[in-house]
């Protein structure tokens, strides 16, 4: 997992934005896979590893989206719960008459 985001690092530094993008994605998707099982032993320094790990590759792939990704936080939960959203890629068609 961790050569996965070094990678993705290195073609980020390198000018690769699409295979950093999708390197940090995939990075993501493998710590969380890995934190999901440590759910049953929460005390285990690698269940926060993992979990802090997902979150951060994740952001890292968001800011990399065309359009780039929002953080924004729920307004409906207490606390609230932070959100990342995505808009289209191309502008919207104007309205017919």
């Known amino acids: 997992m961790d050569r996965v985001s070094d990678e993705a ?3 980020l530094d390198a000018g690769h934005t ?3 993008r999708d ?3 995939r990075a993501s998707n493998y710590y969380r896979s ?3 099982f440590q759910h049953g032993n929460p005390c285990d320094p690698r269940h926060d590893h993992a979990y802090d790990r997902s979150v951060a590759c994740f952001q890292a792939a968001a800011a990399l ?3 780039a990704s929002k953080r924004s936080a729920s307004p409906t939960r207490a606390p609230p719960c932070p ?3 995505t808009g289209p890629t191309k502008p919207a068609r104007p309205a017919r008459p």
Do not use: D, I, K, N
């Open 83 to 85: 959100v990342t959203s």
């Open 65 to 67: 989206h065309t359009p």
């Open 18 to 20: 699409v295979s950093a």
């Open 23 to 25: 390197g940090f994605l």
């Open 9 to 11: 690092q290195r073609a």
């Open 34 to 36: 890995a934190e999901f």
